[in-house]
């Protein structure tokens, strides 16, 4: 179980070792200070990251499963964390804030070199990327799904379109700057002009 | 200079050594397989491509100017190549046909494991991915904002956007779906979905 993916969670109930989250939270920043200093992330091992926080492996394996989980949540740490709520006044609205959120990231990602690196790691390992598209990924293209789906719904979206194929077309453009184009521009008014151009359309209105 | 970037164009000047083709196969093959051999990119110096492909290191330097170029045209030969024409009956048509490249690029990346392997590692190595960015992505990127520009003065494409942008609305679904989404689906009719739903845009019609 990790402290940032739940532990903080105000619905949760109350843990029965008060240092928990302290422990927690050390072992988390032993791991990112390991990956500070440039060890590669197949080099970390479980004993390696209980060495630099000062606890027993047993500590870990208590609270994560094992290691992919325990670098997931590092890096949930280290990014801007997903909205928890959406606006809901619109489709359009929550589909900007949902971008807008990618584009946090990809600041995130372009000014922390660690975070740029551990992504760029993340892809060779198979058990890493899993856990972490399970966990991070999974989640936010669900809530976009959901998101086009009330527009369908409401009439905001072309009810003839498949959602799944929506989504990707309007995360696209985001991701190919934020995460696949690491030199392109990432204006403030990035999200808002990616949705609004999608929505009008790119052919001339006659 | 590479024999699958220009050696084999009908255009260029006839070599003056005979055998240069089959010695550059060799290097080209030589490197393959090495990463066929799972030999990570790090590992692979000039020195070690050279004693496999049964050539001197100056045989290999006379044609490359380091091991980031070699790489970078190991990778071309086994890519499908980019259409080295466009249809130019239409915007949409050249979009169609540049998207669809992508896609076969995908698929080509899915079901070969090296290919999929070496693309994960070029992004941790700044100096040959900005190889590749140089001479595979720009050149594509260039070829598609020439097209919406064509768009825009033959009325395709609304005249007040940003075409950097809409290139990357266009190729931004694709290249989710290719790059970053491993387990998504590229279906035959992908590339036409995709253009279609992006010039129609996402709003119904009243």
Redesign the interface.
Known sequence: MSFVGSGTAPDQPVRGRPRSEAVERAILEGTMKLLEDGVPLAEISIERIARTAGVGKATIYRRWSGKEELFVDVLRTAEPQDPEQLPGTSMRDDLIVLLESLRQRGLANRSSAILH?VH??M??SPKIWAAYHNSVILPRRRAGVEVLRRGQQN?????D?DVE??N??I???????A???PE?DLPEDLAE??VD?????????N
């Open positions: 690196n760029a790691q892809k060779s009439g905001e979206l072309r009810a379109l194929l929506v990707d077309i995360v696209g453009p985001m991701l190919v700057r995460v696949l184009r392109a002009r990616i151009t999608l929505l009008a359309g790119l052919r001339p209105v």
